[in-house]
C-alpha cells in the first residue's frame, strides 16, 4: 500500500534533505490557483539536477506565469527508489510531494545519448506508462515487456500502477516532453517515449505551451486535438504525427503539421539564474551566471557550437546587477561565469575586475568553465586568482598543429604555450587539459603529439623555487554527434584501444602528469544511439530493463555496458553495432568496414546482397539522416563544405568577430550574433584578505524542529554561513590557503534528531547590538531553526565546544513486534513490557561494557553506564502514544548524559543498548529530540 512520503524521508536513507522540496527559492503557489501545473523532472540525482542552470531557469520563469505552477522531481537514490517500490508509493514532486500523476505535464532535460534509461526508471517508479502509444489510445503500442516482471529475483518489484491510477486509455496521464541538448540534435532514438519534443532554447517555449495547455483544458480537448495544437509552435515536435522512412529519414503523416521543426532561439536573462539554494552540497555549489549563449568558433566536432548559433552577449551591467543581487540573496561564496567560450566575452576581463573590486571585502571566489587558452591574460588571472586559488582547466583538444587545423580549433602552438605560461608565471601550479583522440585525419604522431605536447611545456613553464608545474589530463575518445561537419565520420573500438595503449607507453614514467582516459565501450554506445533512428527506442526500454541506468557514473559503467549489449543483441540490431564498434568509415581516407567484419547478420528484411551494398562503398553525404527534419539553422551544404575543408585543413575564422561563414544560421528565424564591445578595464583592487579580527563573540541558543531535523551537520554549518552573507554581518574569518567564518556548533545533532536546545558560537569583526544581530540572523534563516537566546561572550572566553559536559534527550523507545505478534497470531504469547522496572535495572548497575571504535580505527571497551547521570520515564500525556505505563508498547523517556569534546559521548542508541541488556526484548529507538546542551 502507498504511504505518506514523509515517511519514507528518514535519516536511513542517505541524504534525505534531497527530497525536502523546502530549500531558499523553492516557490510553494498554492495547488487550487493553479490551471496547468508542471513538473520540471531532471533525470539525475538531486545534487546533479538542483544546480544545473537551465533547470533553474526554467523553473523561476514558469513560476511567474499567471495560472500556472511549477513542482520539481529528481532521480531518486537507489535507497529511495527501493523504499517506492516496496511500498508501491508512486514517485513524487518535492515542493509539494504529491504524485507525479496529479500533474498536467512532465518536462525532463535530455543532455545526454545514454540518458534516456533514468527517464524510463522515473516514468516508472511514478507509475506512468513508458510511451506515447501506452498513454494515449492504450493500443498495441507496447515495444517492451516491464521492467518489473524482468528484475532479477533479488531485485524489488515495481509498482505497475501508482494508487487509483487512470485507465490506460485515459486522457488523464500526464503529458511527457523532453528538451535539451541530446533531445534537440537526434530525438528519433527516444520518439517513442515522449507525446512532443522541445526543440532548443525553453525560455519562451515552455510559457507558450503552457498557454496552449490552458486554452486546451477551458475547451476540454483530446490528447490528439491538444498535441495537434501543440505543434503548430515552432519548436515542438511530435513524433506520433511523423513515420520514418526504409530510408531513415522522417516524413510527417497529416498535411496540417510542419515538415521540418525549427529550433527556438531565446537571450538569457540573468536575473532568472537566482534562484534555489539547496540544503546540502550540490555538483555545482556556486551561484552562476550565463554571460553568452551560443558559439561562433566552429570547432567541427562540437555539437553545441553547432545548436546554440548565433552567438549572443549578455549586456556587461545586466551581468554585475546580477551577480552582485545574486550574491546578497542566497549567501553564496562562490559564483560562476557561463559560455561555451567564456572567454570570447570580449567583456570578460573588465566585467570580472568590477566585481571582483565591488565584492572585494567578502570572501567570494570566482570560478569558469573550460576557457580559451589563447584569451588567457594577466587580467583574467587578477580575476580568478585569490585565496582558493585552485586549478585552471583548458581544452588544447588535439596534440599538433596539423590536427588543431583540422578540428578548426584556432589555437596555435605559440598561442597555447603563452596561456600556460602566464597561468604559471601569476602562481598557479595545478592545470588540467582536455585531448581527444580518434578525430579524422589523426595519425599516430598526432597521437603520440599530446605527450610531446606536454614535455614541451614542462620544459617551458620552469622556474627557480617553485614546484613543478602538474598537469591532470582528460583524454576523450571522439565520438561524432550529429549537425556537425564529423557527423559522417566514425571510429572503431579497437582503434581507440590502439591509440589509448600507444598514449599510455608515453606517459609511463613521466612526472607531474595524471592521465583519465574516457571507457572506449561508453563510447560507442553513445556513438550508437546517439545518431540511431527510431528503430532504438526498444533497446533503449530493453537495456533500462536489464539495468542500464546512471550511465555516466564510473561505478555503472560494467552494468550499462552489459546491459545495452544486450538489449541490441536481442533487438536483431547488432549488425548496426557492429559497423560503429568496428569504423563505419574514415571521412578522410575513405576506409570501410568490409561486410565479412560485420560477424552479425543483417536486420529481418535486409538481403545478404543489399547489406553489401550498404557497407561496400562511403555512405554519400547527402544519404538522408534521421534528423534531417530538425532545423537547426545550420545549412546541411554547408557542413559538408565545411568537411572538405577539414580534409584540406583549411580552417575557419570565428564569424562573431570576422567575416561571415555563410552557414545559414543568422537570419529571421534565429536571429544574428550579438557581441557587446568591451567597456574599459578597471584597476584591479587587489585579492580578498580575510579579516581575523575577532571584537566580538555572540553564543546562539537554537532549534532545529520538523523537516530540518533531516539536515546534516556540515550542512547546517553551510546553512549559517549562507544566513550571515545574506544579513550582512561583519562574521572573523579564520587565516590559511581556504579562509572561513568563525562558525562554531558546540555539538553535532544526529541526523533526524529533533532539538530545542543546540548552542553555535559566532566571532565578529565589529560590535553589534545582540538584539539587531538576532533580528537579522532570524530573517535569514528558516523557520524551523529558532532563535531561543542570544549571548555575549568574551572573546577570549573558552568555546562552547570546550565547555560542554552533558546533553538531555528525550526519546521515544518502542518495542519491536512482528506482524504476527500484532495481530494476536503468534505461537507464544508476548511478555508485557516493564518499563519502569528496566529503568530502575539501569539505574542499580554499575557497567554496561560495550566495544567502541574511535576515529583512528582502534577497538577499545567502554562503560556505558559511567555516561549516562539521569534517566527517567516522562508522565503519561494524556491522548498521546508517549506513555510510562507499565504495559505500553511506546514509552518517552529523559536522559541526561556525557557529551564532551574529548569524545566521551552519550548517545540515545546506548540506553537502547542497556535496555536490551535488562530486558529480553528487543528495542528500537523511534525519536530523538535533543533538549539542552548543558555547559560548565
Same mark, same amino acid.
Given at each position: 500500500?502507498?504511504?505518506?512520503?514523509? %515517511?519514507?524521508?528518514?535519516?536511513?536513507?542517505?541524504?534525505?534533505?534531497?527530497?525536502?522540496?523546502?530549500?531558499?527559492?523553492?516557490?510553494?503557489?498554492?495547488?487550487?490557483?493553479?490551471?496547468?501545473?508542471?513538473?520540471?523532472?531532471?533525470?539525475?540525482?538531486?545534487?546533479?539536477?538542483?544546480?544545473?542552470?537551465?533547470?533553474?531557469?526554467?523553473?523561476?520563469?514558469?513560476?511567474?506565469?499567471?495560472?500556472?505552477?511549477?513542482?520539481?522531481?529528481?532521480?531518486?537514490?537507489?535507497?529511495?527508489?527501493?523504499?517506492?517500490?516496496?511500498?508501491?508509493?508512486?514517485?513524487?514532486?518535492?515542493?509539494?510531494?504529491?504524485?507525479?500523476?496529479?500533474?498536467?505535464?512532465?518536462?525532463?532535460?535530455?543532455?545526454?545519448?545514454?540518458?534516456?534509461?533514468?527517464?524510463?526508471?522515473?516514468?516508472?517508479?511514478?507509475?506512468?506508462?513508458?510511451?506515447?502509444?501506452?498513454?494515449?489510445?492504450?493500443?498495441?503500442?507496447?515495444?517492451?515487456?516491464?521492467?518489473?516482471?524482468?528484475?532479477?529475483?533479488?531485485?524489488?518489484?515495481?509498482?505497475?500502477?501508482?494508487?487509483?491510477?487512470?485507465?490506460?486509455?485515459?486522457?488523464?496521464?500526464?503529458?511527457?516532453?523532453?528538451?535539451?541538448?541530446?533531445?534537440?540534435?537526434?530525438?528519433?532514438?527516444?520518439?517513442?517515449?515522449?507525446?512532443?519534443?522541445?526543440?532548443?532554447?525553453?525560455?519562451?517555449?515552455?510559457?507558450?505551451?503552457?498557454?496552449?495547455?490552458?486554452?486546451?483544458?477551458?475547451?476540454?480537448?483530446?490528447?490528439?486535438?491538444?498535441?495537434?495544437?501543440?505543434?503548430?509552435?515552432?519548436?515542438?515536435?511530435?513524433?506520433?504525427?511523423?513515420?520514418?522512412?526504409?530510408?531513415?529519414?522522417?516524413?510527417?503523416?497529416?498535411?496540417?503539421?510542419?515538415?521540418?521543426?525549427?529550433?527556438?532561439?531565446?537571450?538569457?536573462?540573468?536575473?532568472?539564474?537566482?534562484?534555489?539554494?539547496?540544503?546540502?552540497?550540490?555538483?555545482?555549489?556556486?551561484?552562476?551566471?550565463?554571460?553568452?549563449?551560443?558559439?561562433?568558433?566552429?570547432?567541427?566536432?562540437?555539437?553545441?557550437?553547432?545548436?546554440?548559433?548565433?552567438?549572443?552577449?549578455?549586456?556587461?551591467?545586466?551581468?554585475?546587477?546580477?551577480?552582485?543581487?545574486?550574491?546578497?540573496?542566497?549567501?553564496?561564496?562562490?559564483?560562476?561565469?557561463?559560455?561555451?567560450?567564456?572567454?570570447?566575452?570580449?567583456?570578460?576581463?573588465?566585467?570580472?575586475?568590477?566585481?571582483?573590486?565591488?565584492?572585494?571585502?567578502?570572501?567570494?571566489?570566482?570560478?569558469?568553465?573550460?576557457?580559451?587558452?589563447?584569451?588567457?591574460?594577466?587580467?583574467?588571472?587578477?580575476?580568478?586568482?585569490?585565496?582558493?586559488?585552485?586549478?585552471?582547466?583548458?581544452?588544447?583538444?588535439?596534440?599538433?598543429?596539423?590536427?588543431?587545423?583540422?578540428?578548426?580549433?584556432?589555437?596555435?602552438?605559440?598561442?597555447?604555450?603563452?596561456?600556460?605560461?602566464?597561468?604559471?608565471?601569476?602562481?598557479?601550479?595545478?592545470?588540467?587539459?582536455?585531448?581527444?583522440?580518434?578525430?579524422?585525419?589523426?595519425?599516430?604522431?598526432?597521437?603520440?603529439?599530446?605527450?610531446?605536447?606536454?614535455?614541451?611545456?614542462?620544459?617551458?613553464?620552469?622556474?627557480?623555487?617553485?614546484?613543478?608545474?602538474?598537469?591532470?589530463?582528460?583524454?576523450?575518445?571522439?565520438?561524432?554527434?550529429?549537425?556537425?561537419?564529423?557527423?559522417?565520420?566514425?571510429?572503431?573500438?579497437?582503434?581507440?584501444?590502439?591509440?589509448?595503449?600507444?598514449?599510455?607507453?608515453?606517459?609511463?614514467?613521466?612526472?607531474?602528469?595524471?592521465?583519465?582516459?574516457?571507457?572506449?565501450?561508453?563510447?560507442?554506445?553513445?556513438?550508437?544511439?546517439?545518431?540511431?533512428?527510431?528503430?532504438?527506442?526498444?533497446?533503449?526500454?530493453?537495456?533500462?530493463?536489464?539495468?542500464?541506468?546512471?550511465?555516466?557514473?564510473?561505478?555503472?559503467?560494467?552494468?550499462?555496458?552489459?546491459?545495452?549489449?544486450?538489449?541490441?543483441?536481442?533487438?536483431?540490431?547488432?549488425?548496426?553495432?557492429?559497423?560503429?564498434?568496428?569504423?563505419?568509415?574514415?571521412?578522410?581516407?575513405?576506409?570501410?568496414?568490409?561486410?565479412?567484419?560485420?560477424?552479425?547478420?543483417?536486420?529481418?528484411?535486409?538481403?545478404?546482397?543489399?547489406?553489401?551494398?550498404?557497407?561496400?562503398?562511403?555512405?554519400?553525404?547527402?544519404?538522408?539522416?534521421?534528423?534531417?527534419?530538425?532545423?537547426?539553422?545550420?545549412? %546541411?551544404?554547408?557542413?559538408?563544405?565545411?568537411?572538405?575543408?577539414?580534409?584540406?585543413?583549411?580552417?575557419?575564422?570565428?564569424?562573431?568577430?570576422?567575416?561571415?561563414?555563410?552557414?545559414?544560421?543568422?537570419?529571421?528565424?534565429?536571429?544574428?550574433?550579438?557581441?557587446?564591445?568591451?567597456?574599459?578595464?578597471?584597476?584591479?583592487?587587489?585579492?580578498?584578505?580575510?579579516?581575523?579580527?575577532? %571584537?566580538?563573540?555572540?553564543?546562539?541558543?537554537?532549534?532545529?524542529?520538523?523537516?530540518?531535523?533531516?539536515?546534516?551537520?556540515?550542512?547546517?554549518?553551510?546553512?549559517?554561513?549562507?544566513?550571515?552573507?545574506?544579513?550582512?554581518?561583519?562574521?572573523?574569518?579564520?587565516?590559511?590557503?581556504?579562509?572561513?567564518?568563525?562558525?562554531?556548533?558546540?555539538?553535532?545533532?544526529?541526523?533526524?534528531?529533533?532539538?530545542?536546545?543546540?548552542?553555535?558560537?559566532?566571532?565578529?569583526?565589529?560590535?553589534?547590538?545582540?538584539?539587531?544581530?538576532?533580528?537579522?540572523?532570524?530573517?535569514?534563516?528558516?523557520?524551523?531553526?529558532?532563535?531561543?537566546?542570544?549571548?555575549?561572550?568574551?572573546?577570549?572566553?573558552?568555546?562552547?565546544?570546550?565547555?560542554?559536559?552533558?546533553?538531555?534527550?528525550?526519546?521515544?523507545?518502542?518495542?519491536?513486534?512482528?506482524?504476527?505478534?500484532?495481530?494476536?497470531?503468534?505461537?507464544?504469547?508476548?511478555?508485557?513490557?516493564?518499563?519502569?522496572?528496566?529503568?530502575?535495572?539501569?539505574?542499580?548497575?554499575?557497567?554496561?561494557?560495550?566495544?567502541?571504535?574511535?576515529?583512528?580505527?582502534?577497538?577499545?571497551?567502554?562503560?556505558?553506564?559511567?555516561?549516562?547521570?539521569?534517566?527517567?520515564?516522562?508522565?503519561?500525556?494524556?491522548?498521546?502514544?508517549?506513555?510510562?505505563?507499565?504495559?505500553?508498547?511506546?514509552?518517552?523517556?529523559?536522559?541526561?548524559?556525557?557529551?564532551?569534546?574529548?569524545?566521551?559521548?552519550?548517545?540515545?542508541?546506548?540506553?537502547?543498548?542497556?535496555?536490551?541488556?535488562?530486558?529480553?526484548?528487543?528495542?528500537?529507538?523511534?525519536?530523538?529530540?535533543?533538549?539542552?546542551?548543558?555547559?560548565?
Amino acid at each position: 500500500m502507498p504511504v505518506a512520503v514523509e %515517511k519514507l524521508l528518514t535519516p536511513e536513507i542517505k541524504q534525505p534533505a534531497r527530497y525536502l522540496g523546502n530549500e531558499l527559492g523553492a516557490v510553494h503557489k498554492p495547488w487550487d490557483t493553479a490551471t496547468v501545473r508542471w513538473v520540471l523532472t531532471y533525470p539525475e540525482v538531486y545534487e546533479v539536477g538542483a544546480s544545473n542552470l537551465g533547470h533553474i531557469i526554467l523553473y523561476n520563469i514558469l513560476n511567474t506565469v499567471p495560472r500556472q505552477l511549477c513542482d520539481r522531481a529528481y532521480l531518486p537514490a537507489a535507497d529511495l527508489a527501493a523504499k517506492l517500490r516496496a511500498t508501491q508509493t508512486p514517485l513524487f514532486a518535492v515542493e509539494s510531494k504529491r504524485s507525479l500523476t496529479d500533474f498536467d505535464i512532465l518536462g525532463f532535460s535530455l543532455s545526454y545519448e545514454l540518458g534516456a534509461t533514468n527517464i524510463l526508471e522515473m516514468l516508472d517508479l511514478a507509475g506512468i506508462p513508458l510511451t506515447w502509444k501506452e498513454r494515449g489510445d492504450g493500443g498495441e503500442g507496447g515495444d517492451g515487456g516491464v521492467k518489473s516482471s524482468l528484475s532479477s529475483p533479488s531485485s524489488p518489484p515495481s509498482p505497475s500502477s501508482p494508487s487509483s491510477p487512470p485507465s490506460p486509455s485515459s486522457p488523464s496521464w500526464p503529458l511527457i516532453f523532453a528538451g535539451g541538448q541530446t533531445a534537440t540534435s537526434n530525438p528519433e532514438p527516444y520518439a517513442n517515449f515522449f507525446d512532443f519534443i522541445a526543440l532548443g532554447d525553453g525560455e519562451e517555449l515552455l510559457p507558450e505551451i503552457g498557454l496552449v495547455l490552458e486554452l486546451g483544458k477551458a475547451n476540454n480537448l483530446s490528447r490528439e486535438e491538444l498535441l495537434l495544437d501543440l505543434a503548430q509552435i515552432p519548436g515542438v515536435y511530435v513524433p506520433q504525427f511523423y513515420e520514418m522512412a526504409t530510408d531513415g529519414s522522417v516524413y510527417p503523416t497529416r498535411p496540417d503539421v510542419p515538415e521540418r521543426i525549427l529550433r527556438r532561439v531565446a537571450t538569457p536573462i540573468p536575473a532568472y539564474s537566482i534562484g534555489l539554494v539547496p540544503y546540502v552540497e550540490t555538483v555545482h555549489d556556486r551561484l552562476t551566471i550565463e554571460i553568452r549563449r551560443g558559439c561562433t568558433r566552429g570547432c567541427r566536432f562540437c555539437q553545441p557550437g553547432m545548436l546554440t548559433r548565433p552567438a549572443r552577449d549578455v549586456e556587461p551591467e545586466q551581468v554585475a546587477d546580477a551577480i552582485e543581487q545574486g550574491m546578497r540573496a542566497t549567501g553564496y561564496n562562490e559564483f560562476s561565469l557561463l559560455s561555451l567560450s567564456c572567454s570570447d566575452y570580449l567583456a570578460l576581463p573588465a566585467l570580472g575586475l568590477e566585481i571582483k573590486n565591488r565584492l572585494k571585502d567578502e570572501n567570494i571566489t570566482l570560478s569558469l568553465p573550460s576557457q580559451r587558452v589563447d584569451r588567457f591574460d594577466e587580467n583574467i588571472a587578477n580575476i580568478l586568482g585569490g585565496t582558493r586559488q585552485g586549478s585552471l582547466t583548458f581544452a588544447p583538444e588535439a596534440g599538433t598543429q596539423r590536427m588543431r587545423d583540422i578540428i578548426n580549433k584556432g589555437l596555435t602552438n605559440e598561442e597555447l604555450l603563452r596561456g600556460v605560461k602566464t597561468a604559471f608565471e601569476q602562481g598557479w601550479d595545478k592545470i588540467k587539459l582536455y585531448f581527444m583522440i580518434g578525430l579524422p585525419g589523426e595519425t599516430d604522431v598526432d597521437v603520440i603529439g599530446i605527450a610531446e605536447t606536454i614535455r614541451w611545456l614542462h620544459q617551458e613553464c620552469r622556474a627557480s623555487g617553485r614546484r613543478r608545474l602538474n598537469f591532470t589530463l582528460t583524454i576523450s575518445n571522439f565520438t561524432p554527434k550529429p549537425h556537425t561537419p564529423f557527423q559522417w565520420h566514425s571510429v572503431s573500438t579497437a582503434e581507440f584501444e590502439r591509440k589509448q595503449a600507444l598514449l599510455k607507453a608515453e606517459f609511463r614514467g613521466m612526472k607531474g602528469v595524471k592521465v583519465n582516459f574516457t571507457d572506449v565501450r561508453i563510447s560507442a554506445m553513445e556513438d550508437f544511439i546517439g545518431r540511431g533512428d527510431r528503430r532504438l527506442a526498444p533497446v533503449v526500454r530493453r537495456a533500462w530493463e536489464l539495468g542500464a541506468g546512471m550511465d555516466a557514473w564510473w561505478e555503472s559503467l560494467d552494468r550499462a555496458f552489459g546491459a545495452w549489449t544486450q538489449a541490441i543483441a536481442e533487438s536483431g540490431l547488432s549488425w548496426k553495432y557492429r559497423l560503429v564498434d568496428n569504423g563505419e568509415w574514415n571521412v578522410m581516407e575513405g576506409e570501410v568496414t568490409p561486410p565479412s567484419q560485420c560477424i552479425d547478420p543483417p536486420e529481418a528484411g535486409v538481403t545478404k546482397a543489399s547489406f553489401e551494398d550498404k557497407v561496400s562503398s562511403p555512405p554519400a553525404l547527402d544519404r538522408p539522416l534521421p534528423w534531417d527534419h530538425i532545423d537547426t539553422g545550420i545549412d %546541411k551544404v554547408w557542413l559538408k563544405t565545411d568537411l572538405q575543408r577539414a580534409l584540406e585543413a583549411a580552417t575557419v575564422p570565428d564569424c562573431s568577430f570576422e567575416g561571415c561563414s555563410h552557414c545559414g544560421v543568422c537570419g529571421t528565424d534565429f536571429g544574428h550574433n550579438i557581441v557587446v564591445v568591451p567597456p574599459s578595464i578597471p584597476p584591479f583592487a587587489g585579492h580578498f584578505v580575510p579579516n581575523q579580527e575577532r %571584537k566580538q563573540r555572540l553564543r546562539v541558543w537554537f532549534g532545529k524542529l520538523g523537516d530540518l531535523a533531516l539536515v546534516s551537520h556540515l550542512d547546517l554549518v553551510r546553512l549559517f554561513d549562507r544566513a550571515l552573507r545574506r544579513s550582512s554581518l561583519p562574521i572573523s574569518f579564520t587565516g590559511g590557503f581556504r579562509p572561513s567564518p568563525r562558525i562554531s556548533p558546540a555539538n553535532a545533532l544526529p541526523l533526524g534528531a529533533t532539538s530545542s536546545g543546540e548552542i553555535v558560537d559566532f566571532e565578529l569583526t565589529q560590535l553589534v547590538d545582540v538584539a539587531f544581530f538576532r533580528e537579522k540572523l532570524a530573517a535569514n534563516l528558516p523557520e524551523n531553526i529558532p532563535i531561543y537566546k542570544i549571548e555575549e561572550v568574551d572573546v577570549k572566553a573558552p568555546s562552547a565546544t570546550q565547555l560542554l559536559t552533558q546533553a538531555e534527550y528525550l526519546i521515544t523507545v518502542g518495542l519491536v513486534r512482528s506482524p504476527e505478534d500484532l495481530e494476536g497470531k503468534g505461537k507464544f504469547p508476548q511478555p508485557q513490557p516493564r518499563w519502569a522496572d528496566w529503568v530502575e535495572e539501569i539505574k542499580a548497575a554499575t557497567a554496561f561494557w560495550r566495544e567502541q571504535t574511535s576515529k583512528s580505527g582502534k577497538v577499545q571497551s567502554v562503560n556505558l553506564r559511567d555516561r549516562l547521570q539521569e534517566l527517567e520515564l516522562v508522565p503519561a500525556l494524556s491522548n498521546s502514544p508517549n506513555s510510562c505505563e507499565t504495559n505500553s508498547e511506546i514509552t518517552l523517556l529523559r536522559c541526561i548524559g556525557s557529551c564532551r569534546n574529548d569524545g566521551t559521548i552519550m548517545r540515545p542508541e546506548h540506553i537502547i543498548y542497556m535496555l536490551e541488556q535488562v530486558s529480553p526484548q528487543e528495542i528500537q529507538l523511534l525519536s530523538t529530540h535533543r533538549n539542552q546542551l548543558i555547559l560548565s
